[in-house]
């Protein structure tokens, strides 16, 4: 290669420019102008590979060596910094951020010709922008970056021409980069403690007597509640409280969900607290303007617990949701305190909550640089609910475990490849 950049270098600059918000309107960070002529020559090399993407980008696999100690940074000036007290110590760090002799880095380029946009991704972060419609401003020379990034992606076209590409990564990608399945049974085998963890504060009893009632539908002939008024529905949600001993218990049951719901109540609170009058006047026609009334447990976008009151021909009903891993018992127990309780209750997700209480659910495990939340398109066609990153920690035992899906293969453009053509 032309360019020398290790690891430790070429993530310095991954570091570094995937924190600039190249979205913002305002954002007019430039390049130097040999990293713009290596852009147009990268794209040039991209021209001949066949899209790959939905979205009809190219994404390959790029290899950067690792390097020397020396590579990674100068132990006397870490322990003169106070980073570090020991070469051991350095080593060890050294070893921790790359542990392989070779890094693997996901490479990602997108192009609109019409609006003259381009975009490029390394490890899964945006980290080289070029819009025609903004204004160019003080320039940062990364030319030795952009070199690198050129001799990588030619290298891997290369390999395209050859023929070797795809049957090389299939066979040599780490598994922290792939993406498959593990069944939730495979971890607590290798983690038990992870299980003992989980089903600390659930006792066996509660949990056959959820795989026995819970379900996604009422079953048929079930009775509904005629009317519903905002009192009945703050009792329900003291009843979970009290189920998970939150705090607050000596509260009225209206305080109590003032304290522990999202707060975003859409005048709930408002109403004539006995009326069925007032309640269904508010379910019907209240102005929803982004309040969260059924978000009963405040939690983060996927990792709230919510209780919907539903209306049917029938009467009122609630629905329970909380499929998040980390409020799995909570929802159970919260479940369960209405079903005894002879509320008219369902919970979303009930199939596969039961099979994460018996271990049977799939995880997905997405990609390193991937954030494990919102990955269901990783997984389409498949009951994935809950992600994660293969762990470092006993990571060859997990893959062993782990079914993988196909990487990503890339061709040429016109390629015949089993008697299809690639265009």
Same mark, same amino acid.
């Given at each position: 290669?032309?360019?020398?950049?290790?690891?430790?270098?070429?993530?310095?600059?991954?570091?570094?420019?995937?924190?600039?918000?190249?979205?913002?309107?305002?954002?007019?960070?430039?390049?130097?102008?040999?990293?713009?002529?290596?852009?147009?020559?990268?794209?040039?090399?991209?021209?001949?590979?066949?899209?790959?993407?939905?979205?009809?980008?190219?994404?390959?696999?790029?290899?950067?060596?690792?390097?020397?100690?020396?590579?990674?940074?100068?132990?006397?000036?870490?322990?003169?910094?106070?980073?570090?007290?020991?070469?051991?110590?350095?080593?060890?760090?050294?070893?921790?951020?790359?542990?392989?002799?070779?890094?693997?880095?996901?490479?990602?380029?997108?192009?609109?010709?019409?609006?003259?946009?381009?975009?490029?991704?390394?490890?899964?972060?945006?980290?080289?922008?070029?819009?025609?419609?903004?204004?160019?401003?003080?320039?940062?020379?990364?030319?030795?970056?952009?070199?690198?990034?050129?001799?990588?992606?030619?290298?891997?076209?290369?390999?395209?021409?050859?023929?070797?590409?795809?049957?090389?990564?299939?066979?040599?990608?780490?598994?922290?980069?792939?993406?498959?399945?593990?069944?939730?049974?495979?971890?607590?085998?290798?983690?038990?403690?992870?299980?003992?963890?989980?089903?600390?504060?659930?006792?066996?009893?509660?949990?056959? !007597?959820?795989? =026995?009632?819970? /379900?996604?539908? %009422?079953?048929?002939? &079930?009775?509904?509640? @005629?009317?519903? *008024?905002?009192?009945?529905?703050?009792?329900?949600?003291?009843?979970?409280?009290?189920?998970?001993?939150?705090?607050?218990?000596?509260?009225?049951?209206?305080?109590?969900?003032?304290?522990?719901?999202?707060?975003?109540?859409?005048?709930?609170?408002?109403?004539?607290?006995?009326?069925?009058?007032?309640?269904?006047?508010?379910?019907?026609?209240?102005?929803?303007?982004?309040?969260?009334?059924?978000?009963?447990?405040?939690?983060?976008?996927?990792?709230?617990?919510?209780?919907?009151?539903? !209306?049917?021909? =029938?009467?009122? /009903?609630?629905? %329970?949701?909380?499929? &998040?891993?980390?409020? @799995?018992?909570? *929802?159970?127990?919260?479940?369960?305190a209405l079903y005894r309780a002879g509320c008219p209750v369902t919970i979303r997700e009930a199939e596969m909550l039961k099979s994460r209480l018996i271990g049977s659910e799939q995880i997905g495990i997405v990609p390193k640089g991937i954030v494990p939340c919102y990955c269901h398109s990783l997984f389409e066609?498949?009951?994935?609910?809950?992600?994660?990153?293969?762990?470092?920690?006993?990571?060859?035992?997990?893959?062993?475990?782990?079914?993988?899906?196909?990487?990503?293969?890339?061709?040429?453009?016109?390629?015949?490849?089993?008697?299809?053509?690639?265009?």
């Amino acid at each position: 290669m032309r360019n020398a950049l290790k690891a430790p270098q070429v993530k310095h600059y991954i570091d570094w420019l995937r924190r600039i918000e190249y979205r913002s309107a305002t954002c007019q960070f430039s390049y130097d102008d040999l990293t713009y002529q290596k852009i147009d020559e990268l794209y040039q090399l991209l021209d001949r590979i066949k899209p790959n993407c939905a979205n009809g980008a190219v994404e390959l696999w790029l290899q950067v060596d690792r390097g020397s100690i020396d590579d990674f940074g100068n132990y006397e000036e870490f322990r003169a910094s106070g980073e570090v007290d020991t070469y051991e110590e350095f080593y060890s760090w050294w070893t921790a951020e790359f542990p392989d002799e070779v890094e693997w880095i996901n490479f990602t380029a997108i192009e609109d010709q019409e609006i003259g946009y381009r975009m490029i991704y390394l490890g899964q972060h945006s980290v080289l922008e070029m819009d025609s419609r903004k204004e160019k401003s003080f320039p940062h020379d990364i030319s030795e970056f952009s070199c690198w990034l050129v001799d990588a992606v030619s290298q891997a076209i290369h390999q395209i021409e050859a023929g070797t590409y795809n049957e090389m990564l299939e066979r040599n990608l780490p598994p922290q980069h792939r993406t498959g399945t593990i069944r939730r049974s495979k971890l607590w085998e290798v983690w038990p403690e992870h299980k003992a963890d989980f089903f600390e504060d659930l006792s066996q009893k509660d949990i056959d !007597e959820f795989l =026995s009632v819970a /379900s996604d539908f %009422l079953p048929a002939g &079930s009775q509904r509640l @005629t009317e519903m *008024t905002a009192n009945y529905f703050f009792s329900c949600c003291a009843l979970g409280y009290r189920a998970n001993q939150y705090p607050g218990g000596d509260k009225l049951p209206r305080d109590q969900y003032r304290q522990h719901a999202d707060g975003r109540d859409d005048g709930l609170l408002d109403i004539t607290p006995d009326s069925p009058q007032a309640f269904s006047l508010w379910y019907h026609n209240r102005e929803k303007i982004g309040g969260h009334p059924w978000e009963v447990c405040r939690g983060g976008n996927s990792t709230h617990i919510s209780l919907y009151v539903q !209306e049917d021909v =029938s009467g009122y /009903s609630l629905q %329970l949701a909380g499929s &998040s891993w980390t409020r @799995t018992i909570e *929802t159970v127990r919260f479940f369960l305190a209405l079903y005894r309780a002879g509320c008219p209750v369902t919970i979303r997700e009930a199939e596969m909550l039961k099979s994460r209480l018996i271990g049977s659910e799939q995880i997905g495990i997405v990609p390193k640089g991937i954030v494990p939340c919102y990955c269901h398109s990783l997984f389409e066609g498949e009951k994935v609910i809950d992600f994660m990153n293969l762990p470092s920690e006993d990571r060859d035992v997990f893959a062993a475990q782990c079914m993988w899906k196909p990487v990503k293969k890339a061709y040429l453009k016109d390629e015949v490849v089993d008697g299809l053509l690639h265009k």
